[in-house]
């Protein structure tokens, strides 16, 4: 820690030469926000350069960076990590290079995480934060027993409980393109974002993060979390496009779905130099101040019709992985399942209420590709599409090897699942 307290004194030194940034006079001239980009690219996800084409998109759009706003942009790829400012007119081919670290970092570990939120918070002090978290994801499943490919993470039943577990990242700590390697816990991410300042979004750029397990268990660290239930493209969120929202004056969560839905709903996207589809996109908002009240519902509702028999119809649910892939637990779409599952007219008014006061917005294309099996999956019944997904226990040895971790997540005790599976 040492050599990070001294890199980040000598910026300060460094910025309180040039810019009022630091130590603002008055209220009036204190930034109005900054925002980290932090990618996680010591993975596949370098093979392609997707963390390349998104620091381009991203200084594409610098000119509509507000006067008194911040991008830092934090790249640990198979070089060594740096870490960028993005000004206002940066130039498409070289953003300001504040650091670039002369040994490795593991990216997935708190304390590297912790160190980039220090040097955005001090370096650049402003009334409001936001964060995208870039790179692979499982949400909650258990980190031990992932390997990821194409944004998602497939699970291997086979492997040991006692690996990191509801994940985000991967750094394989070699400077390569392997997705074996370290995950950060969302409980870890959790600790170390509760000892900076409120967050006004978190923004998962990475696969099937969008779930009600990851956005409870950070509802005391950002105002919203915008993410994909679903597997998203490669080629992730197109930044020269959802880069104005995401500095406008109260955050334009619908502007940026909108942009990223738009990119991929209104034409092909060349995935690489040999394809090209309409790889579709799957995204929604939680607004974190209303997930008290989504959980307090949704626990009456699961202890009055909840059994723990099987659920033979289960299949007619939406689902956020391929019905071929039974190795996999199976990610329900939230609002779906529980339509399927309350069966009073009233009961169910009152707990839609709920989940669209905590999931104000939502879009998604009639279907998304799925790399698990090289095909499209559909979103069916818009009237059920909630853009949030939720694990739903069934009896058997399946779905027993995950209670372990299911029982770990802040979720599952205040849930109403306790009832049926304890």
């Avoid at 940026?256 to 996207?269: C, G, N, P, R, T």
């Avoid at 698990?372 to 949030?388: A, E, L, Q």
Wanted: charged share 20%; aromatic share 12%; proline share 6%.
């Amino acid at each position: 820690m040492k050599n990070s307290s001294f890199f980040l004194l000598a910026l300060l030194f460094l910025f309180s030469a040039c810019h009022p940034w630091d130590h603002p006079a008055d209220d009036d001239t204190q930034p109005t926000r900054t925002v980290l980009v932090y990618m996680v690219a010591e993975n596949s996800l370098s093979y392609g350069n997707f963390h390349e084409q998104d620091l381009n998109e991203l200084l594409t759009a610098s000119g509509e960076i507000p006067s008194k706003c911040h991008l830092l942009v934090y790249v640990d790829d198979t070089d060594t990590p740096r870490l960028y400012l993005v000004e206002n007119g940066s130039t498409s081919s070289k953003p300001r290079l504040l650091k670039q670290w002369t040994e490795d970092m593991n990216s997935c570990a708190t304390e590297t995480l912790r160190q980039m939120m220090e040097i955005m918070t001090t370096l650049l002090p402003s009334k409001s934060y936001g964060l995208v978290f870039w790179s692979h994801g499982n949400a909650w499943l258990p980190g031990s027993r992932t390997t990821a490919n194409n944004r998602k993470a497939p699970a291997s039943l086979s492997a040991p409980r006692s690996e990191p577990q509801r994940t985000i990242g991967i750094d394989n700590g070699g400077n390569s393109f392997s997705n074996t390697g370290s995950k950060m816990e969302i409980s870890e991410l959790a600790e170390v974002l509760s000892d900076f300042p409120k967050l006004s979004f978190l923004m998962f750029d990475a696969c099937f993060m969008q779930t009600i397990e990851v956005a409870y268990e950070l509802r005391h660290v950002t105002d919203y979390v915008i993410a994909s239930p679903a597997e998203i493209p490669n080629p992730g969120a197109p930044y020269d496009r959802i880069l104005p929202c995401m500095f406008s004056a109260t955050t334009d969560v619908e502007g940026i779905i909108d942009e990223y839905y738009h990119h991929y709903a209104d034409s092909a996207i060349t995935i690489s130099n040999r394809s090209a589809a309409t790889h579709g996109a799957v995204l929604s908002v939680v607004k974190t101040s209303e997930l008290d009240a989504l959980q307090r519902v949704t626990a009456q509702m699961i202890q009055r019709y909840a059994t723990a028999d099987e659920d033979k119809n289960l299949g007619e649910v939406l689902r956020y992985f391929p019905l071929s892939m039974q190795s996999i637990p199976e990610f329900y779409d939230m609002k779906a399942y529980m339509r399927h599952l309350i069966t009073s007219d009233d009961d169910w008014a009152v707990w839609l209420e709920a989940f669209d006061h905590a999931v104000p917005y939502r879009r998604a294309t009639e279907h998304w590709y799925t790399s698990y099996t090289g095909r499209y999956m559909y979103i069916g019944s818009r009237d059920t599409y909630g853009g949030v997904s939720m694990f739903v226990p069934q009896p058997g040895d399946f779905y027993s090897m995950l209670f372990s971790q299911f029982r770990q997540t802040s979720w599952y005790p205040v849930s109403g699942w306790p009832t049926v599976f304890p």
